[in-house]
């Protein structure tokens, strides 16, 4: 069983920011066209992370197969995650932090990353909420934190502040 763990997000920022620029500059490369987001808990200052980098990659539905083509050439195709025509998961365990991007056509059902990024930036209250729900899954199963946090966004996707993006 895989445990989860979680440490203060200024622990990664700055290697994390510039793993981020790193990445961001190689898929712009491949996807001029794509609108590259930092995502995920590193993303939000004063927040607990699991130590990860999460990138959201959203391009157009037309090119959103050549993408797909193109970010596999870079990446691993997240196995465990879900695929379909608007939205593909991608990993890179070798870099530093580790790499999670998702790739999601813009304005499709899973185009929804960034939108949690800016409500938690935008209302501390969300950000502590999610703090303290990370905190009660320390060193407990992943899968029950995955499963606690699905739960917690699918809340966040019923406020004002998400409903207004």
Do not use: C
Not at 33 to 39: C, L, M, R, T
Not at 106 to 134: C, G, H, M, P, Q
């Amino acid at each position: 069983m895989e445990l989860v763990h979680f440490i203060e997000q200024s622990h990664f920022h700055e290697q994390a920011e510039k793993t981020f620029l790193e990445q961001k500059e190689k898929i712009l490369r491949l996807l001029p066209e794509a609108d590259i987001q930092h995502v995920g808990s590193t993303a939000i200052p004063n927040s607990l992370t699991k130590g990860d980098l999460d990138i959201q990659v959203r391009v157009p539905a037309e090119i959103f197969t050549v993408a797909v083509e193109k970010l596999s050439a870079l990446y691993a195709i997240n196995e465990g995650s879900v695929q379909t025509d608007y939205f593909r998961a991608f990993q890179d365990d070798t870099t530093d932090p580790p790499l999670g991007v998702q790739l999601t056509v813009i304005s499709s059902e899973l185009d929804i990353f960034w939108k949690f990024r800016e409500v938690l930036l935008a209302n501390d209250t969300y950000r502590a909420e999610y703090d303290e729900l990370k905190k009660a899954y320390e060193g407990k199963s992943m899968e029950a934190y995955r499963e606690a946090k699905q739960r917690f966004f699918a809340r966040l996707m019923e406020t004002p502040e998400f409903q207004r993006l």
